[in-house]
């Protein structure tokens, strides 16, 4: 084997390594850690489906009750945030690729860079919008309204954070497909007497088939693994009513008193089937229709 033959591997090989320390080991050893009763302090004692059992068909524990609310509030999150992000970013790119818009790079970076803001400072910044009594939201209404501990506002000020950061990445990923097409065939449907809504139905959803496959499926997973919006901004509260599956993962695993690592694993792997799922029957769908 000649050093031309080796070249791809010095490429391949460091993002491979940290790919199989970093993401596949810990992968496989917590699918193992599901079927274990473990406190992460002593060895790992083998349990089989017990823990499944316990969280998917144990009414009367606190597992099931967790399981089962936090997926249930994960599920309101993915509902709510999903379609926000999919549609504000797609509606920003095609406004942006108007001839009568200027600088558009200039309004392209603007919107993405709360992209690159950590969520901790991100709800810094939007915990002190939403303050009771310096927030500008308050004093622009005349309210005194407490947004984390009441709901619908709760779910408002968490959707909020989350479109505010998310919409960026999205609307760069559809806006370089939309900018490829041929601005010919734009001009031909005009001159042919179609109408904004047919040239974005016949020619814009056509020519971002695939990214809009691939953002809607990923923006769906990213959902599913929402942590630190509800934790900074809420707290998972009023009442629990934010308190997502993730939230309940952390807690068994690493938070006060003896770790439940073992219970926290199972739930983490219901959680990946559940997105690995859904992803399927996203993309199966998706691709069927626009076949």
Same mark, same amino acid.
């Given at each position: 084997?000649?050093?031309?033959?080796?070249?791809?591997?010095? /490429?391949?090989?460091?993002?491979?390594?940290?790919?199989?320390?970093?993401?596949?080991?810990?992968?496989?050893?917590?699918?193992?850690?599901?079927?274990?009763? =473990?406190?992460?302090?002593?060895?790992?004692?083998? $349990?089989?489906?017990?823990?499944?059992?316990?969280?998917?068909?144990?009414?009367?524990?606190?597992?099931?009750?967790?399981?089962?609310?936090?997926?249930?509030?994960?599920?309101?999150?993915?509902?709510?945030?999903?379609?926000?992000? %999919? !549609?504000?970013?797609? @509606?920003?790119?095609?406004?942006?690729?108007?001839?009568?818009?200027? @600088?558009?790079?200039?309004?392209?970076? !603007?919107?993405?860079?709360?992209?690159?803001?950590?969520?901790?400072?991100?709800?810094? %910044?939007?915990?002190? !919008?939403?303050?009771?009594?310096?927030?500008?939201?308050?004093?622009?209404?005349?309210?005194?309204?407490? =947004?984390?501990?009441?709901?619908?506002?709760?779910?408002?000020? %968490?959707? $909020?954070?989350?479109?505010?950061?998310?919409?960026?990445?999205?609307? !760069? %990923?559809?806006?370089?497909?939309?900018?490829?097409?041929?601005?010919?065939?734009?001009?031909?449907?005009?001159?042919?007497?179609?109408?904004?809504?047919?040239?974005?139905?016949?020619?814009?959803?056509?020519?971002?088939?695939?990214?809009?496959?691939?953002?809607?499926?990923?923006?769906?997973?990213?959902?599913?693994?929402? /942590?630190?919006?509800?934790? @900074?901004?809420?707290?998972?509260?009023?009442?629990?009513?934010?308190?997502?599956?993730?939230?309940?993962?952390?807690?068994?695993?690493?938070?006060?008193?003896?770790?439940?690592?073992?219970?926290?694993?199972?739930?983490? $792997?219901?959680?990946?089937?559940?997105?690995?799922?859904?992803?399927?029957?996203?993309?199966?769908? @998706?691709?069927?229709?626009?076949?």
């Amino acid at each position: 084997m000649n050093k031309k033959s080796l070249t791809p591997f010095f /490429f391949v090989g460091p993002h491979l390594i940290l790919f199989i320390v970093f993401i596949l080991l810990p992968t496989i050893y917590g699918i193992y850690a599901s079927f274990t009763q =473990w406190n992460l302090i002593n060895d790992p004692v083998w $349990v089989g489906l017990a823990n499944y059992k316990t969280i998917l068909f144990n009414t009367e524990s606190t597992f099931y009750s967790q399981f089962m609310n936090g997926l249930k509030n994960t599920l309101i999150f993915v509902v709510l945030s999903v379609p926000v992000l %999919i !549609i504000i970013p797609l @509606m920003i790119a095609v406004s942006l690729e108007h001839k009568k818009v200027k @600088m558009k790079n200039v309004i392209q970076s !603007i919107l993405y860079i709360p992209g690159l803001i950590s969520i901790s400072a991100a709800a810094l %910044i939007w915990s002190l !919008i939403f303050n009771k009594q310096l927030g500008i939201t308050n004093n622009i209404f005349g309210s005194e309204t407490v =947004w984390a501990a009441n709901q619908p506002y709760a779910w408002l000020i %968490i959707i $909020v954070i989350t479109v505010w950061g998310g919409v960026g990445g999205n609307m !760069i %990923i559809y806006r370089a497909s939309i900018s490829g097409v041929s601005k010919d065939l734009y001009e031909s449907a005009e001159m042919d007497g179609a109408g904004p809504v047919r040239r974005f139905s016949s020619i814009t959803l056509p020519s971002i088939r695939f990214p809009l496959i691939y953002t809607f499926v990923m923006t769906t997973a990213g959902a599913f693994n929402v /942590f630190g919006q509800p934790l @900074m901004m809420t707290d998972g509260g009023p009442r629990q009513s934010t308190t997502v599956l993730m939230m309940y993962i952390r807690q068994l695993a690493f938070g006060h008193g003896e770790s439940i690592a073992g219970m926290a694993s199972a739930m983490a $792997v219901l959680l990946g089937l559940v997105i690995l799922v859904i992803s399927a029957l996203q993309y199966y769908v @998706m691709n069927r229709n626009a076949s």
